[in-house]
C-alpha cells in the first residue's frame, strides 16, 4: 500500500480524477438536471470543496489574527510614545505653574515692601551637600549692586547675608551656619534681649541670651531687633519651639523653628537699601 502510495502513476491519476470532478462540477452548476453521474460527481465533490474551504478559513482566520495582533502591537507602541510624552508635557506644565506661582509672590512681596526695602531679586544656583546649611550660591552679583554683608531675605523671613562677591554671582551665608549670630526680639512682648544662631548641621536655630525672667514661651514669633549691624528690624526669623533654662540658672535658651523652609529655597531677595518707618512721638511731632 505504501508502495502504491509513494508511485508517480499514482498521484498523477488522483490528480486527473480530481480536476475532472471539478470540471463536471463546473459545468453543471447552472443546469437544472443533471445526469445519474454527475449527481455522484457533484455528491463527492460538494464534501470535499467543503473541506477544502474550511481549511483555507481556517488559515485566513489565522493570517489575519496574526495581521491584527501585529497591528495592535504597533497601535500599543504608539500609545505608549504618546503616553510618554503627555507625562512629560504635564511634568513640565506643573513645574511652569509653580514656577509662576513663586515669582508671583516675590512680586506681591517687592511691591507691598518698596517703601521699606530697595530689593534685588535672584536666584538659587548652588548649595553643596556637604555645607547644605551653611551657604549658597545666588545668581546676582556686583554688577547687579550686589555688595558683601548685604541681608538676604525671602517672602517667608530672613535667609542670612552675602559673603562674598563675584561679577556674576555671590555667596550668602544662611542663618542655619554656626557662624551667624542675629541679634532678635519677640514680637509678642518686644524683648530685645538674645541671639539667634544657627546649629549648622540642620534646619533649626537657637536661640541665647534670654534672661531668667522673660516670659518667652513656645509659640511666640521670632524677628530681628535691629540692633545686629547687618539685618534691619522686624524682618521674620522663625517661632520658638522649646525653652530650657541653661545650667548656670541665669539664662534661657530656646529652640527656633526658621520660617524659611532652606530645603526648598529657590529664589531670594538681596536688601541693597532700607528705609526705616519714620516714628511719631505723642505730640506727632517726628523724631
Not at 75 to 82: G, M, P, S, V
Not at 190 to 206: A, F, K, Q, Y
Not at 231 to 254: D, H, M, T
Request: hydrophobic fraction near 40%.
Amino acid at each position: 500500500m505504501y508502495r502504491i502510495i509513494r508511485s508517480k502513476a499514482f498521484w498523477a491519476g488522483l490528480i486527473t480524477i480530481v480536476i475532472m470532478l471539478v470540471l463536471v462540477n463546473q459545468s453543471s452548476i447552472d443546469r437544472p438536471s443533471l445526469t445519474i453521474v454527475e449527481r455522484t460527481i457533484r455528491n463527492i465533490y460538494t464534501p470535499l470543496q467543503s473541506g477544502v474551504s474550511g481549511v483555507s478559513d481556517i488559515f485566513q482566520g489565522w493570517s489575519n489574527r496574526v495581521a491584527s495582533k501585529k497591528s495592535l502591537n504597533q497601535r500599543i507602541a504608539e500609545l505608549n510614545k504618546e503616553n510618554s510624552q503627555i507625562k512629560l508635557e504635564n511634568q513640565i506644565l506643573k513645574e511652569e505653574q509653580a514656577e509662576l506661582q513663586r515669582l508671583r509672590r516675590m512680586v506681591n512681596f517687592k511691591e507691598q515692601n518698596s517703601m521699606t526695602y530697595d530689593l534685588i531679586g535672584a536666584r538659587v544656583i548652588g548649595r553643596s551637600p556637604s555645607n547644605w546649611y551653611n551657604a549658597m550660591i545666588i545668581d546676582k552679583g556686583s554688577r547687579d549692586g550686589i555688595q558683601q554683608n548685604m541681608p538676604v531675605i525671602s517672602p517667608d523671613g530672613l535667609v542670612g547675608r552675602v559673603s562674598s562677591v563675584n561679577e556674576n554671582s555671590a555667596q550668602v551665608f544662611l542663618i542655619t551656619d554656626r557662624e551667624v549670630a542675629v541679634g532678635v526680639l519677640l514680637q509678642e512682648t518686644r524683648e530685645t534681649n538674645g541671639i539667634v544662631e544657627g546649629l549648622g548641621d540642620n534646619s533649626m536655630l537657637r536661640m541665647r541670651n534670654i534672661p531668667y525672667y522673660s516670659k518667652v514661651q513656645k509659640g511666640n514669633q521670632v524677628v530681628t531687633s535691629g540692633l545686629s549691624e547687618y539685618y534691619p528690624k522686624g524682618i521674620v526669623i522663625g517661632k520658638i519651639k522649646k525653652v530650657s533654662r541653661e545650667p548656670n540658672g541665669l539664662l534661657l535658651s530656646a529652640t527656633v523653628a526658621p520660617a524659611v523652609d532652606f530645603n526648598k529655597l529657590e529664589e531670594v531677595f538681596i536688601i541693597t537699601a532700607y528705609h526705616p518707618p519714620v516714628e511719631v512721638d505723642q505730640a506727632g511731632t517726628k523724631e
